[in-house]
C-alpha cells in the first residue's frame, strides 16, 4: 500500500512539473488580465507597462491600467498573475485582491 502511494506522488509530481513548463512556454496563450486602479501599481520592473487610461477629458475611478499580464489562478476576487515574456528566476508571480480602487477584467489571451 504505501508503495502505491509512492508511485502516485512520484507520477503526480512528474505530471504537474510537466503541466508547469507547457504553461510557461505558453503564457501568452491563457487568458490576459488588465488591472485598472485609482493608484499606480507599478507592478514590475517596467513602468511604462502601467499605462494612464484615456477616457476624453470624463473623470474616471481607474486612471491607471495595467496591462501584459496572464491568468494562472483565480479564485476569490484574487488573481494570481504573471507578466508576459516572464523571466524564469527574476519576474515575481503577482498576487491582486480586487477591492475598492482596484478592477480586473479578463480577456482571451493573445499570441
Do not use: K
Not at 511604462?48 to 486612471?63: I, K, M, N, R, T
Not at 476576487?77 to 477591492?99: A, F, K, Q, S
Amino acid at each position: 500500500m504505501v508503495f502505491l502511494l509512492w508511485a502516485v506522488a512520484l507520477v503526480a509530481g512528474r505530471l504537474g512539473g510537466q503541466d508547469g513548463r507547457r504553461d510557461a512556454e505558453h503564457l501568452a496563450d491563457r487568458t490576459a488580465v488588465v488591472v485598472y486602479s485609482a493608484d499606480r501599481l507599478m507592478l514590475g520592473s517596467l513602468p511604462a507597462q502601467d499605462e494612464v487610461c484615456l477616457d476624453a477629458g470624463v473623470p474616471s475611478p481607474y486612471p491607471y491600467r495595467c496591462t501584459g499580464r496572464r491568468l494562472l489562478a483565480a479564485r476569490g476576487g484574487r488573481y494570481h498573475v504573471l507578466p508576459v515574456g516572464r523571466r524564469r528566476g527574476i519576474d515575481p508571480l503577482y498576487v491582486v485582491n480586487e477591492g475598492p480602487g482596484l478592477r480586473v477584467e479578463l480577456v482571451a489571451g493573445t499570441r
